[in-house]
T-cell receptor, first 114, second 115 residues
């Protein structure tokens, strides 16, 4: 069964550093998403991406964050100047269609900011 | 704005028994999608079951079934014949038909399965 692949599985970074979280969506999917889950809290939407541009973003997704699809396979989330409160699990997801069924999540990247 | 409420932080069930997780949501939309996701200790998000609001028939996937009450805006998940592998956090989620697919999640219910 096709999978969404995220790397790394765990990243530790110092406060103020930039991090790039990487995702390889399912190959025929067109819609891409990033979600965040702070430990013990609910899963929160960050951003959706389609046709090489952001289609929707949440209030959390401020200027500190950016997304990119640099080639035909990767989908990245960049966090500039990380803060302690950015420590969370970050999930990438992809969907074949805009409407309809739920989408496939990756296994997540645990980001720890120290 | 849509909100999803899961009022049970934790539910305990014995193996082979049945447990029901509650979920309510608030929306002014008439058409939307509802989902239950399972998050085991590995923290991966796994789709358990989905329901289209325009379908009156409750969705079923093997031992998992839902009770969808549109008028009451309720979407409960029933796990029958519970197994140790069912132990996980379960999230209810809502998705409109006119957004770019954003999911709104509830706070989750931790399911504990005892032998």
């Amino acid at each position: 069964e096709p999978e969404v692949t995220q790397t790394p599985s765990h990243q530790v970074t110092q406060m103020g550093q930039e991090v790039i979280l990487r995702c390889v969506p399912i190959s025929n999917h067109l819609y891409f998403y990033w979600y965040r889950q702070i430990l013990g809290q609910k899963v929160e939407f960050l951003v959706s991406f389609y046709n090489n541009e952001i289609s929707e973003k949440s209030e959390i997704f401020d200027d500190q964050f950016s997304v990119e699809r640099p080639d035909g396979s990767n989908f990245t989330l960049k966090i500039r100047s990380t803060k302690l409160e950015d420590s969370a699990m970050y999930f990438c997801a992809s969907s074949e269609r805009r409407q309809g069924y739920g989408y496939t999540f990756g296994s997540g990247t645990r980001l720890t900011v120290v | 704005a849509q909100t999803v409420t899961q009022s049970q932080p934790e539910m305990s069930v014995q193996e082979a028994e049945t447990v029901t997780l509650s979920c309510t949501y608030d929306t002014s939309e008439s058409d939307y999608y509802l989902f239950w996701y399972k998050q085991p200790p590995s923290r991966q998000m796994i789709l358990v079951i989905r329901q289209e609001a325009y379908k009156q028939q409750n969705a079923t996937e093997n031992r998992f079934s839902v009770n969808f009450q549109k008028a009451a805006k309720s979407f409960s998940l029933k796990i029958s014949d519970s197994q140790l592998g069912d132990a996980a956090m379960y999230f209810c989620a809502y998705r409109t038909t006119d957004s770019w697919g954003k999911l709104q999640f509830g706070a989750g219910t931790q399911v504990v399965v005892t032998p």
